[in-house]
């Protein structure tokens, strides 16, 4: 009879209310496992479509996977999503960061750089709905990473969409509306497809979206290349490596300049053997001479020994003393005869490793941060004149910024190059990305980039962002080829900011008028 009665009280009505509240609380659990799952899977897609992988294809994919993750739900949750999507980009793009220095750094950034995701995922929700839905989601985007690339400490425009777009069909209109006008295309195609897959009667005006931004990147590779002013010149760009990986490699500088020195005088004996056509100029990296060439007589003998073997100035990337404590980090041009003239200092230095923010907090917080430099930021437009051409000096990291590399472009600059440090980053995937950056500088502002590294990858870029010539990690090797300096501006150059701070006005009315429409409601509620 107990046992009757049991049953009878589990088939009863609160029995089966119990069942189907615990079969609804485990449905809401996996739901909500799911979209978790589907928001780091679009960030992992995003991941994939930047080098070394370079599976273009997967960005707009993974923004459409995100788009649909975040329709239907709460600010709240969008939020929260979008924060889960960004950690599922960032983690795996940026382990560069910690790899000698320990994981902290590493997720620290991470986490930092994915509230951009949950911001942009805050927005969403709302504009699904709207008329031109793509349009405005990827005016948002393109805000989110404006600001992104200013703030904090300068910004960090590194995992910027257009940077993993250098193998993709839309690299070519970099030249027209730029590095945030590239990701506004690829956040708009992946909105249309997004919008495409959950409606089924907006399928054919979305798939037609699709196809315009297709045919848009076609007609840009159709385009013919204008005439330019100059022939091309001759150059050569001198890997010397480093002794050693991490981030004591510059406790030997003496072997890093000597590296450099070796590798030039090798290259000269091959010009007076007639093996290889003698340049304008030499490229070296930065750091190629981290002894200081104006206090160090011997330095400076060094780097002019190289330079009158090869009979032409070498730009020659060094740590110069201030005499108060802090350093700059300058690029020099050396002429076999006259020695250093012009430099430029690198103007965008990196925060916690070229200068520490907050000094006393970050010391306490990880024992690497006292290693951070104390160098001064320098000013000017980046441009010197070697072997008879302007060129931007754009040192490493700066190549992720927008401004510096248009700023030196319109000063009149015919050649990019990209002195550039690795080896303290080891065998990572930070100079196959670095590279990418430098491709879609070369279409944005239709020039050849050279790219020099201490210890790879060093490469010749093709003013189409092919790279004609490249260099393996850690070891030493010279490039040589020629290359056309130009000094036509591209659209994109000429316009510079404006359309990016556009989809930034763009969002601030927007958000205006939705304040608007929600005091109007308050309103009418009340009375």
Same mark, same amino acid.
């Given at each position: 009879?107990?046992?009757?009665?049991?049953?009878?009280?589990?088939?009863?009505?609160?029995?089966?209310?119990?069942?189907?509240?615990?079969?609804?609380?485990?449905?809401?659990?996996?739901?909500?496992?799911?979209?978790?799952?589907?928001?780091?899977?679009?960030?992992?897609?995003?991941?994939?479509?930047?080098?070394?992988?370079?599976?273009?294809?997967?960005?707009?994919?993974?923004?459409?996977?995100?788009?649909?993750?975040?329709?239907? @739900?709460?600010?709240?949750?969008?939020?929260?999503?979008?924060?889960?999507?960004?950690?599922?980009?960032?983690?795996?793009?940026?382990?560069?960061?910690?790899?000698?220095?320990?994981?902290?750094?590493?997720?620290?950034?991470?986490?930092?750089?994915?509230?951009?995701?949950?911001?942009?995922?805050?927005?969403?929700?709302?504009?699904?709905?709207?008329?031109?839905?793509?349009?405005?989601?990827?005016?948002?985007?393109? /805000?989110?990473?404006?600001?992104?690339?200013?703030?904090?400490?300068?910004?960090?425009?590194?995992?910027?969409?257009?940077?993993?777009?250098?193998?993709?069909?839309?690299?070519?209109?970099?030249?027209?509306?730029?590095?945030?006008?590239?990701?506004?295309?690829?956040?708009?195609?992946?909105?249309?497809?997004?919008?495409?897959?959950?409606?089924?009667?907006?399928?054919?005006?979305?798939?037609?979206?699709?196809?315009?931004?297709?045919?848009?990147?076609?007609?840009?590779?159709?385009?013919?290349?204008?005439?330019?002013?100059?022939?091309?010149?001759?150059?050569?760009?001198?890997?010397?490596?480093?002794?050693?990986?991490?981030?004591?490699?510059?406790?030997? @500088?003496?072997?890093?300049?000597?590296?450099?020195?070796?590798?030039?005088?090798?290259?000269?004996?091959?010009?007076?053997?007639?093996?290889?056509?003698?340049?304008?100029?030499?490229?070296?990296?930065?750091?190629?001479?981290?002894?200081?060439?104006?206090?160090?007589?011997?330095?400076?003998?060094?780097?002019?020994?190289?330079? @009158?073997?090869?009979?032409?100035?070498?730009?020659?990337?060094?740590?110069?003393?201030?005499?108060?404590?802090?350093?700059?980090?300058?690029?020099?041009?050396?002429?076999?005869?006259?020695?250093?003239?012009?430099?430029?200092?690198?103007?965008?230095?990196?925060?916690?490793?070229?200068?520490?923010?907050?000094?006393?907090?970050?010391?306490?917080?990880?024992?690497?941060?006292?290693?951070?430099?104390?160098?001064?930021?320098?000013?000017?437009?980046?441009?010197?004149?070697?072997?008879?051409?302007?060129?931007?000096?754009?040192?490493?990291?700066?190549? /992720?910024?927008?401004?510096?590399?248009?700023?030196?472009?319109?000063?009149?600059?015919?050649?990019?190059?990209?002195?550039?440090?690795?080896?303290?980053?080891?065998?990572?995937?930070?100079?196959?990305?670095?590279?990418?950056?430098?491709?879609?500088?070369?279409?944005?502002?239709?020039?050849?980039?050279?790219?020099?590294?201490?210890?790879?990858?060093?490469?010749?870029?093709?003013?189409?962002?092919?790279?004609?010539?490249?260099?393996?990690?850690?070891?030493?090797?010279?490039?040589?080829?020629?290359?056309?300096?130009?000094?036509?501006?591209?659209?994109?150059?000429?316009?510079?900011?404006?359309?990016?701070?556009?989809?930034?006005?763009?969002?601030?009315?927007?958000?205006?008028?939705?304040?608007?429409?929600?005091?109007?409601?308050?309103?009418?509620?009340?009375?």
């Amino acid at each position: 009879m107990s046992t009757l009665l049991s049953r009878a009280h589990e088939d009863g009505p609160e029995g089966r209310g119990s069942r189907n509240g615990w079969a609804m609380a485990t449905r809401v659990v996996a739901v909500s496992s799911a979209r978790v799952g589907a928001a780091v899977a679009s960030g992992y897609l995003l991941y994939l479509s930047f080098p070394p992988r370079g599976w273009w294809f997967l960005a707009p994919i993974g923004i459409a996977v995100l788009i649909v993750t975040l329709r239907g @739900r709460s600010i709240r949750k969008a939020v929260g999503f979008g924060y889960v999507a960004g950690l599922g980009f960032f983690v795996p793009l940026l382990p560069w960061v910690g790899v000698y220095v320990g994981a902290l750094p590493w997720l620290a950034l991470s986490a930092a750089q994915a509230v951009a995701f949950a911001v942009f995922a805050a927005f969403v929700p709302t504009m699904v709905g709207l008329r031109w839905a793509p349009v405005w989601i990827a005016c948002t985007w393109t /805000a989110v990473e404006a600001v992104r690339a200013r703030v904090p400490f300068g910004g960090f425009p590194w995992g910027r969409l257009a940077f993993g777009q250098a193998d993709g069909p839309l690299l070519p209109l970099a030249s027209w509306v730029g590095a945030p006008g590239l990701s506004f295309v690829v956040v708009a195609v992946g909105a249309a497809l997004a919008g495409a897959v959950v409606s089924a009667a907006a399928l054919r005006w979305r798939a037609f979206a699709v196809l315009a931004a297709m045919a848009i990147a076609s007609a840009a590779v159709m385009v013919p290349a204008a005439a330019h002013d100059k022939p091309g010149i001759t150059v050569a760009v001198v890997q010397g490596n480093v002794p050693r990986l991490g981030l004591d490699f510059n406790a030997q @500088r003496r072997a890093v300049l000597d590296n450099h020195v070796r590798a030039t005088v090798e290259l000269a004996a091959k010009v007076a053997a007639g093996e290889l056509s003698r340049p304008a100029f030499v490229v070296w990296p930065e750091n190629s001479s981290d002894v200081d060439p104006y206090r160090n007589a011997d330095a400076a003998a060094q780097i002019t020994t190289a330079a @009158r073997a090869v009979g032409v100035p070498i730009l020659v990337g060094a740590v110069v003393s201030n005499g108060d404590g802090t350093t700059r980090n300058s690029v020099i041009v050396w002429d076999p005869r006259t020695g250093p003239g012009q430099t430029s200092d690198k103007r965008q230095l990196v925060p916690f490793g070229e200068y520490l923010p907050l000094r006393g907090l970050m010391t306490k917080l990880s024992p690497y941060a006292a290693q951070a430099g104390r160098f001064v930021a320098g000013t000017g437009s980046g441009v010197v004149t070697i072997g008879g051409v302007p060129i931007a000096v754009t040192t490493c990291y700066e190549v /992720a910024f927008d401004r510096l590399v248009r700023q030196s472009v319109r000063a009149g600059a015919k050649i990019i190059t990209v002195p550039t440090n690795n080896a303290t980053f080891g065998r990572t995937n930070m100079t196959y990305q670095q590279l990418a950056m430098s491709r879609v500088r070369a279409v944005e502002h239709d020039r050849a980039v050279l790219v020099a590294a201490t210890s790879g990858v060093s490469a010749v870029i093709t003013a189409d962002g092919r790279v004609e010539q490249r260099t393996r990690l850690f070891t030493a090797d010279v490039l040589v080829t020629r290359v056309e300096p130009r000094s036509d501006l591209t659209v994109a150059t000429r316009l510079g900011a404006g359309p990016e701070w556009g989809t930034v006005a763009a969002i601030a009315i927007f958000l205006l008028g939705a304040t608007r429409r929600r005091l109007t409601v308050r309103r009418g509620g009340a009375s």
